[in-house]
């Protein structure tokens, strides 16, 4: 999308708030659709560098993710840009990847159909 669906910023604004980390969303962006929970942005870049952290090739990375967090937002007065999942998978016909769901961001610009829940899929 050109310009962002302001349902969506809205409901990413929710999350950011703290206000609610329960909501369950379905996007779709380039083809791929994603289905998951919006976790806040500063609890979705804790979560992926503890995830960092515990590997031996990528513990290095894991300090990007939290540097610098509360310079991005002093006020938390904009609007959010991005949507951060968690317990998340991209589906692929019938099966949900990864298994164990993982943490996706994606661009609110780039989603071009979403909706509220996650689907249900089958591994069999």
Do not use: C
Not at 9 to 21: D, L
Not at 27 to 32: F, K, N, S
Not at 92 to 110: K, L
Request: glycine share 10%; hydrophobic share 40%; proline share 5%.
């Amino acid at each position: 999308m050109s310009n962002p669906d302001e349902l969506l910023v809205a409901i990413s604004t929710m999350v950011e708030s703290e206000q609610s980390n329960q909501m369950s969303l379905t996007v779709v962006v380039g083809g791929a659709v994603i289905t998951g929970r919006l976790a806040p942005e500063a609890v979705w870049r804790e979560r992926v560098s503890e995830v960092l952290k515990d590997s031996d090739h990528l513990g290095p990375f894991a300090d990007v993710f939290t540097a610098g967090r509360a310079e991005r937002r002093p006020d938390g007065g904009e609007a959010p840009t991005h949507l951060h999942f968690h317990l998340a998978r991209i589906l692929q016909g019938s099966i949900g990847i990864p298994e164990t769901g993982g943490m996706y961001r994606v661009a609110i610009e780039d989603v071009s159909a979403w909706t509220v829940g996650d689907f249900s899929y089958s591994d069999k």
